[in-house]
């Protein structure tokens, strides 16, 4: 297992399309986290998924970002109708257990530019 | 809510050097795990060190030592023999048990520079 993996590295596209991101945990992994990160700043927790269940999103997550994981493997983030400030690195994470010292793992992310 | 401080933007090190980072932090929590990534250019997040509120002694790993001052609610990177490789961006986050998510909490980071 090579760790956590994100599809497109890259994204550039124009304001008003819709983009979708991948994200492939470690295998045995049952957490998945998404966090944004913008120029400066530090990543920004959006959601998270204990196996297919959704059970925590973020208050930046508009209702224009969906995001799922069916079958607790891999899972997709959507942002519809994307905006300029949505420009943004998108990373993934997953963990194994739960707790203050679960490590999260971190993928190389994928960095969104909306023109 | 939960808070990380991360007052030095960027910081410069002498090959070889020891160089200290700082981060504060702010919760009620009692239970709470403070962890240091590492963000090359690259972008990826690198696990560094953990160190949990519970633990009595100092983390350490390799060149890694976490200087853990519980009523100062201080938790600052200690990076011994600085090497070039070391030049990146770095965090500080915290995970809180009273988070169901155990989500990680960010500072700002601090750049840092390791000079030949």
């Known amino acids: 297992d090579t760790g956590v993996s994100q599809d497109p590295r890259h994204k550039i596209t124009k304001r008003g399309q819709n983009v979708t991101f991948r994200c492939d945990p470690i295998s045995e992994h049952n957490r998945l986290y998404w966090y944004r990160q913008t120029l400066g700043q530090g990543p920004e927790f959006l959601t998270y998924?204990?196996?297919?269940?959704?059970?925590?999103k973020s208050r930046l997550l508009s209702d224009r970002f969906s995001a799922e994981r069916p079958k607790g493997s891999f899972s997709t983030l959507e942002i519809q109708r994307t905006e300029q400030g949505d420009s943004a690195m998108y990373l993934c994470?997953?963990?194994?257990?739960?707790?203050?010292?679960?490590?999260?793992?971190f993928g190389p992310g994928t960095r969104l530019t909306v023109l | 809510a939960q808070k990380i401080t991360q007052t030095q933007p960027g910081m410069f090190v002498q090959e070889k050097e020891a160089v200290t980072l700082d981060c504060t932090y702010d919760?009620?929590?009692?239970?709470?795990?403070l962890f240091w990534y590492k963000q090359p250019s690259s972008g990826e997040m690198i696990f560094l060190i953990y160190?949990?509120?519970?633990?009595?002694q100092n983390a350490t790993e390799g060149r890694y030592s976490l200087n853990f001052q519980k009523a100062r609610k201080s938790a600052n990177l200690v990076i011994s023999a600085s090497q070039l490789g070391d030049s990146a961006m770095y965090f500080c986050?915290?995970?809180?048990?009273?988070?169901?998510?155990?989500?990680?909490?960010f500072g700002k980071g601090t750049k840092l520079s390791v000079i030949p």
């Open positions: 919760t009620s929590d009692q239970s709470y795990g």
């Open positions: 994470a997953s963990s194994l257990a739960a707790g203050v010292d679960n490590e999260q793992f």
């Open positions: 160190q949990g509120s519970y633990d009595e």
């Open positions: 986050a915290m995970s809180l048990s009273g988070a169901g998510s155990y989500q990680l909490t």
């Open positions: 998924f204990q196996n297919e269940a959704q059970l925590e």
